[in-house]
């Protein structure tokens, strides 16, 4: 009986040990934006479902975009600039990386909003000075908030020492005043408390 108790042990302690590995392995999997796990891509709608619901926005990186569409596979024939950044996000909250790969290499260059979708497909990279320099290309005034967000968020992880956040305080500020809109001032409080206190 002992030996068989001792076995049961064992057994569980293995089968721990396996979760632990799976979870350890698919870790990448688990990626919010892309490769970069310290961000978090959320539709407006989502954003503010999580708010009404009380879920935490303060410890999680959020950038906010209009829409995320699940129909994604027709990017390439898509011209609409909207649709265009929410299949993009989709493609990004889920990983798709070949998908993202082959519509970054064949994408039409002429449409400004793939200034800013190279930005997020380079800042999901943690490419953050190529990042920088797709979306300081960007003249769509729709997405500036969004645009001079993520330049900040690019400023902020290309500091070496991040006990210096005051440096790049100004970034923040920066997209803070380019907005009217109480939900985008709340993302870049958070940022901030975020920033200060992690």
Not at 68 to 79: A, C, G, Q, S
Request: glycine share 2%; aromatic share 12%.
């Amino acid at each position: 009986m002992r030996k068989i108790a001792i076995n049961m042990k064992h057994i569980e302690m293995i089968k721990k040990l396996l979760i632990l590995i799976l979870i350890l392995i698919s870790a990448n999997s688990f990626a919010r934006i892309g490769d970069n796990d310290n961000y978090w891509i959320i539709s407006q709608h989502d954003y503010n479902e999580r708010i009404f619901n009380g879920k935490d926005v303060l410890f999680r990186r959020y950038l906010v975009v209009p829409y995320i569409d699940r129909k994604y596979k027709d990017i390439l024939e898509t011209k609409n600039e909207e649709a265009l950044l929410a299949k993009f996000s989709f493609m990004l909250d889920r990983n798709k990386v070949s998908r993202i790969d082959k519509y970054i290499n064949n994408c039409d260059n002429s449409l400004d909003i793939n200034n800013l979708i190279k930005g997020l497909y380079f800042f999901s990279k943690k490419q953050y000075d190529q990042a920088i320099a797709h979306l300081e290309q960007l003249e769509n005034k729709e997405y500036s908030f969004l645009q001079l967000l993520i330049i900040a968020d690019c400023k902020y992880e290309l500091l070496q020492d991040k006990k210096n956040y005051k440096t790049i305080i100004g970034a923040y500020q920066v997209a803070l005043d380019c907005t009217d809109n109480e939900q985008n001032k709340a993302v870049i409080n958070n940022r901030i408390k975020y920033i200060k206190y992690h």
